[in-house]
């Protein structure tokens, strides 16, 4: 079957016809991009190679939505519950569920990856090369990664901030899943301009309305919940909504992840240097970068950090003494202090599931647990954790994100994968465990390290 699929498919492209086809192998519950399936991928490079009649671009296509009709299945998947297969019988029943307003999907095209470009870097003689699809070179896995990173990159790249990304993200960071309505609505415009100063990329799209009237958009698609007050109305989420709300969030987690991140630097101390502010930025960047395919290289975060400062200090949430190039964060009493401890919870349940992998890690006996044995380990650990703390996010179930993480430790050296797959921890690692806890809050800390503790015997 894949002989004859493989075939069918290089004659598509040698002739020019469009093929379409989704990278991630199926939609994403969570929200985030998936990790990419080879499949389909490698048969479109290994087609070109062989018969390398007509060049290729793979045109890669963001899709976003202010509501998804599939929420309800999703959330019982992402809380451990089996996928339902799909069957005719609940196909005739999703027609009658076809009520009521969805708003709007978001259809935008990205950036082209071209192959042959992709080629010219991973393997600068494959023009002249003779291609053998029966003995195939060893180079053809990494041309297939690296232009499925690519695509996935400039997915992100095209993204467009709907009122639900932006509401969702607020709300989920606040203790309650509450907030006064004018405090939202001028949250929304500072959430828009923090990441308009990004730069991220010219093909990001922002809906063009007030916040205020973005929060009237969302209660009309009953996302969100309104409770009258007469000192200013009150907007919140219901227990129904809080963990589904995560997927819209997540669609644009990899705009929120560095300003996040640096307000996070501040949830243990009041003052920083700029320095140690861009070390911790380095430390935790490639998990990142890996997880939500952000676009900047390494070389480039100092001048996006500054960036991504100014732009904090111009709403007030970081105040700067030049003399010691230091930032500071708020008095405690202040709004602004509660608005920059907000931003950091954006990214804190990913980096609370990362902490809690490396707790894991470093307390397990490497030389007899396979890596397999250890991410399951930290899954199940996860989970009790959000169910003995009552933390409602997704991430906690989430085996993808666990995988993720250690295949980056892998990728970057921290860890060592022996030949009997038993692991092995660099120096690196250890200085990770011992930074990564600066970016979480004490009691979190002490929660996870407690559960960790009493897990492992």
């Not at 907030?179 to 939202?184: I, K, R, T």
């Not at 676009?295 to 400062?309: A, G, N, T, Y």
């Not at 396979?370 to 991430?395: F, G, T, W």
Request: aromatic residues 10%.
């Amino acid at each position: 079957y894949s002989t004859v699929l493989f075939e069918y498919i290089a004659e598509l492209i040698s002739s020019g016809m469009p093929v379409e086809y989704f990278v991630e192998g199926g939609r994403s519950r969570t929200g985030r991009l998936l990790r990419s399936r080879p499949g389909l991928l490698s048969m479109t490079v290994r087609g070109f190679l062989k018969y390398k009649k007509r060049p290729i671009a793979f045109i890669p296509v963001y899709i976003g939505y202010e509501k998804l009709m599939e929420s309800k299945a999703y959330q019982a998947e992402l809380s451990g519950e089996d996928k339902k297969s799909e069957t005719f019988l609940n196909s005739v029943r999703s027609i009658f569920h076809i009520r009521g307003t969805y708003g709007k999907v978001y259809t935008n095209f990205a950036q082209p990856v071209f192959l042959s470009q992709v080629l010219d870097y991973k393997n600068p003689s494959w023009s002249s090369d003779e291609y053998d699809d029966v003995a195939r070179p060893d180079w053809i896995r990494n041309v297939v990664n690296d232009a499925s990173e690519k695509i996935m990159i400039h997915i992100n790249q095209a993204a467009t901030i709907n009122s639900i990304n932006l509401i969702s993200s607020i709300l989920l960071a606040t203790p309650k899943q509450a907030m006064d309505e004018a405090e939202l609505a001028g949250l929304i415009e500072t959430y828009r301009s923090i990441i308009s100063t990004l730069n991220y990329s010219d093909l990001i799209n922002f809906v063009e309305s007030e916040g205020k009237e973005q929060i009237e958009h969302a209660e009309s698609l009953k996302m969100i919940k309104r409770r009258r007050h007469e000192l200013g109305d009150i907007i919140y989420l219901d227990a129904k909504h809080s963990i589904s709300l995560t997927y819209y969030r997540n669609n644009i987690l990899h705009l929120f992840a560095l300003p996040s991140v640096i307000a996070c630097c501040f949830l243990n101390v009041r003052v920083l240097k700029r320095e140690k502010i861009i070390e911790l930025i380095f430390l935790v960047y490639p998990f990142l970068k890996n997880e939500l395919y952000l676009s900047w290289e390494i070389e480039d975060l100092p001048s996006i950090v500054s960036r991504i400062l100014n732009s904090l200090l111009g709403y007030g949430l970081l105040s700067e003494n030049k003399e010691n190039d230091t930032y500071a964060r708020p008095g405690s009493g202040l709004k602004q202090y509660r608005h920059l401890n907000l931003l950091a919870k954006i990214i804190t349940p990913l980096l609370e599931v990362y902490y809690l992998s490396l707790a894991i890690l470093s307390k397990s006996e490497l030389d007899s647990i396979l890596k397999e044995e250890l991410e399951k380990k930290c899954y199940l650990m996860a989970q009790r954790v959000a169910m003995i703390h009552e933390l409602n996010s997704p991430d906690y179930s989430d085996k993808r994100l666990i995988s993720n993480f250690f295949n980056a430790l892998v990728k970057i050296d921290y860890i060592k994968m022996q030949e009997d797959k038993h692991l092995e921890c660099s120096d690196g690692f250890y200085n990770a465990n011992r930074h990564l806890r600066l970016l979480l809050g004490k009691e979190v800390r002490a929660n996870i390290l407690q559960m960790v503790k009493t897990g492992m015997g």
